[in-house]
């Protein structure tokens, strides 16, 4: 996969008519599918775009090698079916499975520069994989928290870890020695369970959303609150929320079905990406997320179960493209380095999607 430079993306300040040379959703295909035992509720994709992990209801979690699922993808049926077991298992795209928690995972991330995952679940544990391993089942660090984990991020110099749980009282996590440090006002927590949270690329703020509907802004070195988007989705719940790759924009996902870029200097929503759930109200959480450049936003239709997908800048609705999958997305992740991106869904199934070079 080609990387894309740094420091590009969007900026409303200093463009208005991109050409975008980036493809829209409808030109990735299904390059592979792997299935769990149960559910498949979230995914991330390593730093450098070349590992996936996916998590599921069935507790456990699978590590994919991206170079080996777009190898397996341009391989003939007939040339597979003549590998050995060895080739075959060299070959393979899961490259770990971890099995250490006790109920459903439900977020995971990479260090920013180590071979660690980590993972939070339903039975209220956050644990530490050193996947450099190859024979790695189990965590090498355990964290027990008093409510189940929803949502969790390595801070970008990957030494510490911000934790949003069942709690409206957000958790950060000294890695190293696993100490917890709450904000010393009280008052400028959520008032509902935490949907997400995640980091500015410079380390300077946080953002996390709830299930109050609120969006709160964060000094990430007081860990005090310094803007709050009241009702940010009209109220109902917040599913999403991440840092465009300069800082000045985040992005947020509500269960009202639309999707939000607010700018942080004017405390405003500049656009609203509408026609995703022309039905109503969503059932579950799903997350929107910028592709690789940032031209584009995509969002999963849940009753339709197709990938929405707008100009960035302008909120131009693209073709939809089909997801494939046989019952809700709940999780969607694109890679930050190339044009590809997992679904994960109700149907057990987590697809790799991928944007393929044109043959001349």
Known sequence: MEPVAPGTGIDLEFETDTTVNSPEAALYETCYVTAHKAACRCAAFS???????????????????????????????????????QQSMENHPVIRTLYDHM???????????????????????????????PSVKRAFKTIQESEEVRSIT????????????????????????????????PQHQHKAPITAVRYSPDAKLYVTSSKDGDIKLWDAVSNKSINSFVKAHDGAEVCSVVFARNGKY??????????????????RCLIAYTGAGATGKMTHRVPAVFNH???????????TISLCCWNSRNAERQRLLSLGHNAAVRSIVHSPTGPAFITCSEDFRARFWYKKAQAD
């Not at 209801?57 to 991206?66: A, G």
């Not at 990957?158 to 100490?179: F, I, M, N, Q």
């Not at 509500?254 to 405390?267: F, I, Q």
């Not at 450049?293 to 009753?303: G, Q, S």
């Open 47 to 85: 730093p450098d775009g070349r590992l996936i992990a996916t998590g599921s209801e069935d507790s456990s979690i699978k590590i994919l090698d991206v170079e080996r699922m777009l190898a397996k993808s341009a391989t003939s049926a007939e040339i597979i079916a003549q590998e050995t077991a």
């Open 293 to 303: 450049t940032e031209d584009y936003v995509f969002f999963p239709d849940e009753k």
């Open 154 to 185: 390595f801070h970008p110099s990957g030494d510490y870890l911000l934790v949003g749980t069942d709690h409206p009282t957000l958790r950060l996590y000294d890695v190293e020695t696993a100490s917890c440090y709450v904000s010393s006002v």
């Open 103 to 133: 109920e459903e995972v439900r977020c995971l991330d990479f260090h920013p520069t180590s071979q660690i995952l980590v993972s939070g679940g339903k039975d209220r544990f956050i644990k530490l994989y050193d996947y450099s391993k």
């Open 250 to 267: 985040i992005l947020s996902a509500g269960k009202d079905s639309l999707v939000k870029l607010w700018e942080l200097s004017t405390s």
